[in-house]
């Protein structure tokens, strides 16, 4: 056990839906990247937070929004959602912002568009 | 830009003999490189780490993987095979001031009895 949850663990909702996707990182860490993992794509990096702050994005789709609150839980926001979003969705929390440090992931969601 | 390249998607050993599971880097800059495990239907755990400390890296489970610039590798390996060894491994590279994890295509580890 990473630390790292997760919810919900499975998703399946139609095409055209809005889903979201929550994380709670681990006790004291900062920064949370989420992931997405599909067969045809591998594990690509999509956005992190620092602090409640973006501070990276990778290829997330402008559909795709995330915020960190106060808590320093975190969620993933899908809409207007297509048969290739199905994937699974992970989420990782570091201690600080820096390359060095080790992320933990967690469990992930299974998200199945139909 | 950093990548890492798998080679190898699929690998098998017997139980007892040397696992060794390939990763190649490419970095601009000095890059920070970890190994991945991941079982079925499970999240991934952090297997080790290179922070440009030790070249040679002890990880969990007996693992361990050696950094060589001048190869830019960073390959893995384990003296002896275990049967709950069998899951997908994955590389992953970061470098100062790119935070996230690049990741390379995985490669699933079998293990035969």
């Known amino acids: 056990d990473s630390g790292v949850t997760q919810t919900p663990k499975h998703l399946i909702t139609a095409t055209g839906q809005r889903v979201t996707l929550r994380c709670s990182p681990r006790?004291?860490?900062?920064?949370v990247y989420w992931y997405q993992q599909s067969l045809d794509q591998g594990l690509q990096f999509l956005i992190q937070?620092?602090?409640?702050?973006?501070?990276a994005k990778g290829n997330i789709l402008e559909r795709f929004s995330a915020q960190q609150f106060p808590d320093l839980h975190s969620e993933l926001n899908l809409s207007s959602l297509e048969l290739g979003d199905s994937a699974l969705y992970f989420c990782?929390?570091?201690?600080?912002?820096?390359?060095?440090?080790?992320?933990?992931f967690g469990p992930g969601t299974r998200l199945t568009v139909t | 830009a950093q990548s890492v390249t798998q080679l190898g998607s699929h690998v098998s050993v017997s139980e007892g003999a040397l696992v060794l599971l390939r990763c190649n880097y490419s970095?601009?800059?000095?890059?920070?490189l970890f190994w991945y495990v991941q079982y079925p239907n499970q999240g991934l755990q952090l297997l080790l780490k290179?922070?440009?400390?030790?070249?040679l890296v002890k990880g969990i489970n007996g693992f361990e993987a050696e950094f060589k610039k001048s190869e830019t590798s960073f390959h893995l390996t384990k003296p002896s095979a275990h049967m709950s060894d069998a899951a997908e491994y994955f590389c992953?590279?970061?470098?100062?001031?790119?935070?996230?994890?690049?990741f390379g295509t995985g490669t699933r580890l079998t293990i035969i009895p």
């Open positions: 937070y620092y602090n409640g702050e973006e501070r």
């Open positions: 006790s004291g860490d900062l920064s």
């Open positions: 992953a590279v970061s470098a100062f001031g790119n935070e996230k994890l690049t």
């Open positions: 290179y922070t440009s400390a030790a070249t």
């Open positions: 970095s601009s800059v000095p890059p920070y």
């Open positions: 990782a929390s570091s201690v600080g912002g820096g390359s060095s440090y080790e992320q933990y």
